[in-house]
Each structure stands twice: as C-alpha cells, then as structure tokens.
C-alpha cells in the first residue's frame, strides 16, 4: 500500500549530543529557533523514549522541511539528528519513514512497538 505524503502533519528533527557536545547542540539550537519557524523542544540530558542518547526536538511543519533540513545539513556542528514525519504511526516514522544526518543511532524500536500507531 502506497502511503501519501499529504498525511504528514508535521516533522520532528531529534539533535543528539553528549557531554562533550552540549555546548555545539546549544549553538545549533539557537540559530535554528533564529531563523526558523520551529518550536524547541525541551532538552532531555539522559536518554528518554526510544532515543539512545541525550537530545532535544525541533518540530517544524511541513512547509519549513525545506529550510530547516538543508540548513541542519550544513551547519549541525558534527551531532547526529533524526528526522522523522509525523504521520500518527510512531513505530514507522521513527524506522522506515526516518532520515538520519551523521551516524544512524540505534532507536528503541521495543519502546516504539509499546506505543503502538500514536
């Protein structure tokens, strides 16, 4: 079954850091809320959800994917980042509906299944 893109509601970028990259994550989360539509999600120093490491969230609709997205491209400051849509199925969009910029971290998919399609 084909999936249309029409059911993205919006889009989530999850930027994780650690310790040692704290500092690249806060600059990288400034200039996104200065330049962008987005809202900012609260930072979470421990792993939380199906997320492996520390991170925060940007969410963003879908008409700002074009600019958030090639601006994280160039200028995340080395930190990995998720991006998923929002479409109401947590599990795909957070697995075969995701984009990773650097490393691909391994998402709790356990946790995912839990949730269920919310």
Same mark, same amino acid.
């Given at each position: 079954m084909k999936e249309d893109? !029409?059911?993205?509601?919006?889009f989530h970028a999850h930027i994780y850091y650690d310790p040692a990259s704290r500092d690249a994550a806060a600059r990288v989360r400034e200039e996104l809320g200065a330049r962008f539509e987005v809202q900012l999600g609260r930072w979470h120093d421990l792993? !939380?959800?199906?997320?492996p490491k520390a991170m925060y969230q940007v969410a963003f609709s879908p008409n700002q994917f074009a600019n958030v997205i090639p601006w994280l491209m160039l200028n995340r400051e080395g930190l990995d980042v998720l991006v998923h849509p929002e479409t109401g199925n947590a599990f795909a969009d957070h697995t075969k509906h995701a984009l990773w910029l650097g490393e691909k971290l391994?998402?709790?998919?356990?946790f995912l299944r839990r949730i269920g399609t919310t």
């Open positions: 893109a !029409i059911a993205i509601a919006g792993p !939380i959800g199906p997320h391994e998402v709790n998919v356990e």
